[in-house]
Each structure stands twice: as C-alpha cells, then as structure tokens.
C-alpha cells in the first residue's frame, strides 16, 4: 500500500524527529495517527503503518510520508514506574521456574515416574499453556489492542499447541510489547512457583516435583531466542525492531544471538539426558 495523504483536520503539523526519549527504553509518548483507512505509529526513521482494510502491517521510511500529517502524541498506560517492577517480578518469578532443570531429580522422584505422572504431566502442560496463551491475550488487550486470531496449531508438524496471533502488537512502543510477549512467560512462573511452594509446604508429592521439573525444560524452549519463540519476540522489541519472517532479513547481531541460543538449548538438552538418564532401567 502506498502511504496516503491524511485528510486535513484542522490540528497543527508536526513532524517529529527521532531522539533518543522517542524510541526503544525511552517514556516518552510516541507520535501516532489514524483515520479511517490507516493507523500510523511514528518511530524516529522509520512508521510502521496498520492498512485496516488489508489488516496488513509493514514499515515505510518515514522522509517518504507526507509532510502535513497531523501527528498526535500518545502516551502510554504503560508509567516507568510499573515496567520497572513488572519486570522485576517477571524476572524473579521465570529465574525460580527456569533453575529448577538445573536440580538434579532425586532418586526417589526418578523411580516414581511412570505412565499417570506422564499423564499428570500432560494435563499440567495444557493447563499453563492456555493461561500463557491467555496472559498474552489480556496484556494485548490493556493496551486497546486484539488478537487477529485465536487457533490450535502443530509445532513442529507434531505437538499441539494454542496459537494466537498479534498483529496489533506492531503498533505498540518497545516496553509494551516486552510486556504483551513476556506476560505469558510470566504467567508460567508465578503458576509453577505457587504450585511448587504449595507442594513443598502441603503435599510433599516427588511426582508433582517431577511435573514441574519436566515443564520447566520445555519452558527453557520458549524463554530462549528460538525460531518463532517469545524469547525470539521479546529480544526484538528490546531492541526496537519489528518481527522479520524471513530470519536472514534481521540485524546480524539478533541472528549472532540466535546461534548463541541454539548452542544453550543443545546443552539444555544433553543435561535433561543425563538427568532422565536411567530412569527405567
């Protein structure tokens, strides 16, 4: 779509230039506009235009827009304040969940693992995919966004997942994305460290401890920068930079990071072997 020419309303022209407060980690608000064909969010060189009709999203330089567009400054619901200690949490919560792969199983938990803890395991799986699915979803929707579309899917042609796609996250400044694209992870491990510290101060159950440590592993594929993961959606828009389909389109250094990534889930993947090693035998 060829950038249009924005209908005159009477308001003053501005053509905000990139600084350094206007993108990335920057508070302040970002310049936007719309009408009934399009919506534009400014980012310093480059808008990323929403064509509403196509439901398309893409970028176009921004020297490349008309001069007279009637740009109005947005600010975030987002405050410093409340990034700051969601990300503390957030962070706290996934350290507590993730380590747990590097606590070796005792052997008491190794020989209670059969076919009902597997089942368990199951059960557990889906119940914290749905809520990461759904923190992605009510994060999106805080900020006035919707989903496009809300599906099963099969990743890697083989393991059935819950699938919801975000365009609308395009048109969000960085921190709001890290949110959108971090609430489901973030989701995951306040569910995993309530469930652990109830079983710890309850229960006492080595297959439930089993449970988790099993999903903590597949977590790990989804905290790195992998493929389509959220690792992969957060590190992009910590670096103020829209989702590339084709990966070689991306900045050599996302790409760098990305090879470091697959080196840690190899190494992830040996230790689950050592750790699971034995266990019917």
């Known amino acids: 779509m060829t950038p249009h020419r924005p209908a005159q309303d009477g308001s003053r022209s501005r053509r905000g230039r990139a600084t350094k407060n206007s993108r990335g980690w920057g508070y302040c608000p970002r310049l936007r506009y719309q009408d009934d064909r399009a919506e534009y969010l400014h980012a310093g060189d480059r808008t990323v235009v929403k064509d509403k009709k196509a439901s398309r999203y893409f970028e176009v330089a921004t020297a490349s827009l008309p001069s007279d567009i009637r740009w109005r400054s947005v600010r975030s619901r987002l405050t410093p304040k409340w990034y700051r200690a969601y990300v503390g949490v957030a962070a706290a919560l996934l350290t507590v969940h993730l380590s747990l792969v590097f606590v070796p199983l005792p052997a008491e938990d190794r020989s209670q693992i059969s076919f009902k803890i597997v089942a368990l395991a199951a059960v557990y799986t889906v119940v914290q995919a749905g809520l990461h699915e759904a923190g992605h979803v009510i994060a999106l929707r805080f900020f006035g966004r919707k989903p496009d579309k809300i599906s099963l899917k099969l990743n890697f042609k083989v393991l059935p997942a819950i699938y ?7 048109m969000l400044e960085a921190r709001e ?3 959108v694209h971090s609430a ?8 995993g460290v309530a469930v652990l ?4 101060l309850w229960f006492q159950s080595e297959g439930l401890r089993t449970i988790i440590w099993i999903f903590a592993v597949g977590l790990w594929a989804n905290t790195l920068p992998l493929l389509t993961s959220d690792g992969h959606k957060i590190l992009l828009a910590a670096l ?7 990966m070689a389109l991306n900045r050599p250094f996302v790409r760098r990071i990305h090879r470091l990534s697959w080196c840690t889930a190899i190494a992830l993947a040996f230790l689950m072997i050592r750790q699971v090693a034995g266990l019917w035998v």
């Open 197 to 200: 510290c109830t079983n710890h």
């Open 240 to 246: 103020d930079v829209n989702e590339r389909r084709d």
């Open 164 to 170: 919801v796609r975000m365009n609308d996250a395009h």
């Open 177 to 179: 994305k890290i949110l």
């Open 184 to 191: 489901g992870l973030a989701v995951n491990g306040a569910l």
